[in-house]
């Protein structure tokens, strides 16, 4: 059993809780909503808006995971602090800022970010000094290569194994780096720098990841692997991506990163308590 984590403003206990984490993405060319969030107002309103309809926390991104445009470190701050500011002004949501640099982990943690998301597994090596010099918490990710650079085509021979020795390995450098366990989280990286092949099977041995024992969050949502898996285009994927969200519950993640904020928290409360942990709103059918 683990002890309850708090994080920012709110307490999680993931032996019996799932968390929903909410995207909002400052870039104008997202892979999934092309942009609609990149304007600071529509932003907050859309962090905003996820924290009311059930959100345990928001992820906010300035830089997309994949190849494109350059953007630079101040281009990237000034995405990221001014929306962390106005979030945390605005609510106690959990606010996680996804970002592979050192520079805007640390300003972003200042104004008001409890999370730093971190999708290159500390490619920046000053990223687990900034950390350790806060109390923030880190999501340490599977990935291969530098980040934002054409990727060749993915080989492994195991790709489980594999995942679970690169973030054993993270894990030992962040704890040799000052950040204890108990603000640690891990994400196996579905998509990233896999194939759809790979991340099913992640996905369906996702219990074997969950066993390093921290808190493990799963990015499906809307993910190439469901559209291919799926035949299904950017747009149609939630019924892919719910079901997903769901199988990786029950094979050990405790945080889901969502798009569709309401659908992805009542299958989590549904989820919860299929696994005893939640209560039924009503038990009336059938009881007489």
């Known amino acids: ?73 101040d281009e ?60 923030a918490q880190l999501v340490l990710t599977h990935s291969k290569g530098a980040p934002r650079s054409e990727m060749p085509r993915p080989l492994y021979d195991d790709v489980v194994a594999e995942v679970i020795e690169y973030l054993r390995a993270r894990i030992e450098i962040a704890t040799a780096a000052g950040i204890p366990r108990e603000r640690l989280i891990i994400d196996p990286g579905h998509d990233l720098n896999k194939n759809t092949v790979h991340t099913l099977e992640i996905t369906r041995r996702l219990q074997e990841v969950a066993d390093l024992g921290l808190p493990l969050l799963a990015a499906v949502s809307n993910k190439d692997f469901i559209g291919e898996t799926l035949d299904r285009p950017q747009g149609q994927r939630l019924t892919g991506s719910i079901a997903a969200a769901v199988i990786c519950i029950m094979n050990g993640a405790r945080i889901i990163r969502m798009h569709d904020v309401p659908t992805a928290v009542e299958a989590a409360r549904m989820a919860e308590a299929v696994l005893g942990w939640r209560e039924p709103v009503h038990a009336i059918h059938n009881n007489g």
């Open 1 to 73: 059993m683990s002890e309850p984590r708090t994080i920012g403003s709110r307490v999680f206990d993931f032996d019996r809780q799932v968390a929903v984490m909410a995207i909002v993405n400052r870039t104008p060319d997202s892979f999934f909503d092309k942009g609609a969030t990149f304007a600071l107002d529509r932003a907050v309103d859309a962090a905003a808006r996820a924290a009311e309809q059930g959100a345990d926390w928001v992820d906010v991104g300035g830089v997309p995971f994949g190849k494109g445009p350059v953007v630079t470190l």
């Open 76 to 135: 990237e701050l000034d995405r990221i602090v001014p929306l962390v500011e106005a979030i945390h002004a605005r609510s106690d949501v959990v606010i996680s800022v996804d970002t592979i640099s050192a520079e805007v982990a640390r300003q972003s943690i200042l104004a008001g970010a409890s999370v730093v998301n971190d999708t290159s597994g500390m490619f920046d090596p000053n990223m687990a000094g900034v950390v350790a010099a806060s109390s």
